[in-house]
């Protein structure tokens, strides 16, 4: 019995150290390359997150797109994933937690591009197919399937609220302490917490009542409104301030932004 017992105290000490090291690597991993030149003045003018940043934050998130692309496959599923995919999704990931410096999406290995909108059960014809992003779960889990062209889309539409691919990235975010319930306990301090709460439900009541500018579909769970919150705030910063300044008050509390850009 002793035996097994250390035999198993072993074990568990061996796991966490592998975990410790894994986790230090990652987050002390440097770039292979350096940055394409041809990609920051796509970036710019995809990216208003980007463009709004100074000259020494804007080499974080070049090197953190890198480190991101060096971790986490990015594969097409009857497409054909280009550089502009692989720039799109890299940065929807780093925009959401680019003030937290030593974040990993511990929970992401891999990304899934397919040509267009796909149904529930992630299949690609058919006349049901209404979703264009999803984080995966069960089978899946550790996998993000994002629509190529509404990725794309997201990012020249200058004018829209909503972004797909950041949109998945906030849930993964919020998925980060165990439960996907619209509170990212890894991100919202303590003291914001029952603030972001209330404002949340505020904002949800309104939006069922047609009375908010925020997408309807914020609507449907607290785990929604977070998500989509979030693509609107980073997409059009200036607007949500205008619209709900005691909404963007708290996201910029959550996400630790001085100032996120003009919409």
Known sequence: METLLLSLFVLAVLVLLFGYFYSTMRKKAQPATTFPAAWRPVLAEQSVFYRELDPGARLQFEHRIQVFLQTT??????????????????????IPIFAFPDWEYINLNEVLLYPDSFNHDFEQSGSDRAVLGMVGDGALNGVMVLSQHELRQAFSNKTSKTNTAIHEFAHLVDKTDGAVDGIPEVLVKQSYVLPWLQAMQKEIKKIRADRSDINPYGGTSEAEFFAVAAEYFFERPDLMEKKNPELYRLLREIFLQQRTGSG
Do not use: F, K, M, N
């Open 73 to 94: 496959r990015i594969t097409g599923v009857h497409t054909t994933v280009e550089d502009l995919d692989r720039l799109l999704v890299a940065a929807s990931a780093i």
